[in-house]
């Protein structure tokens, strides 16, 4: 039944399964019992491990989904009288149903964009008004993505800008990591690495997207938001309670270095992706590809065998583009047919050209 109904495709890295790997440290640990909500030793060392990779004094905490370590990441960080600089088509902004202004109970910035989809100092620079203007909500954080919703990386020294932006303006820095070790990977260095650059006071670290199964992580630095954290997120009903099926995942992912191995593939897989669809001069690239997504424009007419092919979603309804994302099970058979498709396409469309 699975082959006829489930088929590769490129619609999102939340399309594809559970790591093979992942799978089976699942079945491993189901066995007997053990301590829940986070005190089991799974969780215990998975606390170790991620001390040793970001640094002592780093704490996880689990959360069923990333809307959820984003909007409570910003409720831990801030008042209900602040507000939060993010990029306008961030997921925070964008896809969360409003839970940051609802659940968090804080005001989103939506701060415009470059051409990479990045923030920068130039355009965070003009929302720096009315400090201490009872009136007037308190900017209190800035939030980046990182990979950015385009699938651009930030340079260090992007971070390193932006850092010195915040710290300027007493702003608490948060990261969405939903597919981070695609970034880390990109720039070649390592948490702690990335930590120097950007020292957020709350990271989402995804592993969902990354070949994991409803398995988020929020990561803290500080006792205040260790402790606060515990509580919001109880309230907020984030807590998990067989955590040993999650802390198995996550450890399983950082032992090895398997979240490098897949993110190097799925990066791998968008490179091919974008040097095959090079080739096809109705098709463009869009920006460049840094991490596991290729965006490109095509001809609208081929969008249903396009579709048929490979499943994708339309990005920009607009502009006519779409997002193509790799995964860790991302082959090269799922790129050559989806070429061969659009080879034929081409084709027809030239004999039928006046
Ligand atoms: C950049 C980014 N952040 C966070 C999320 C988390 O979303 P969800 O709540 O669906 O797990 C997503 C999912 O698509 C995402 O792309």
């Not at 948060?174 to 006071?201: C, V, W, Y």
Request: aromatic share 10%.
């Amino acid at each position: 039944m699975s082959a006829l109904l489930f088929k590769n495709g490129f619609a999102s890295d939340n399309h594809s399964g559970i790591h093979p790997q992942i799978l089976k440290s699942l079945t491993h640990v189901n066995i007997s019992h053990t301590a829940s909500y986070g005190v089991d030793p799974l969780s215990e060392s998975l606390n170790a491990q991620l001390a040793d990779l970001f640094g002592d004094d780093t704490e996880g905490f689990f959360v069923f989904n990333g809307t959820a370590a984003n909007t409570l990441s910003l409720k831990t960080l801030l008042n209900t009288w602040n507000s939060a600089l993010v990029a306008d088509m961030s997921h925070l902004n964008v896809d969360e149903c409003g839970a940051p202004e609802a659940i968090a109970g804080i005001k989103l910035i939506p701060v415009k964009t470059n051409s990479e989809g990045k923030l920068t100092v130039e355009a965070l620079k003009k929302h720096m008004i009315r400090f201490g203007d009872q009136h007037f909500s308190q900017v209190g954080c800035l939030s980046i993505t990182q990979p950015t919703e385009l699938g651009t990386v930030y340079s260090i020294h992007e971070m390193q800008e932006l850092r010195d932006f915040a710290k300027k303006y007493h702003l608490k820095l948060h990261m969405d990591g939903a597919r981070l070790p695609n970034a880390t990977e990109f720039l070649q260095i390592n948490f702690k690495e990335l930590r120097k650059s950007f020292p957020m006071d709350a990271l989402s670290f995804g592993g969902t997207k990354n070949g994991l199964m409803g398995a988020e992580l929020v990561l803290f630095w500080e006792d205040i938001y260790k402790r606060n954290f515990r509580y919001i997120r109880k309230q907020t009903m984030q807590l998990p309670s067989k955590t040993r099926f999650l802390a198995t995942q996550f450890l399983t992912w950082l032992e090895n270095d398997l979240y490098k191995d897949i993110a190097q593939h799925s990066h791998k897989m968008a490179v091919q992706l974008k040097q095959s669809l090079d080739n096809f001069s109705e098709v463009k690239v869009l920006y460049p590809v840094q991490s596991n997504a290729v965006f490109i424009c095509f001809p609208k007419p081929w969008t249903n065998a396009l579709k048929k092919s490979r499943f994708f979603y339309i990005w920009d309804p607009d502009l006519w583009s779409a997002r193509l994302m790799t995964s860790f099970d991302t082959t090269q058979k799922d790129i050559e047919d989806f070429c061969k498709t659009i080879k034929t396409l081409s084709h027809s469309q030239k004999e039928v050209a006046p």
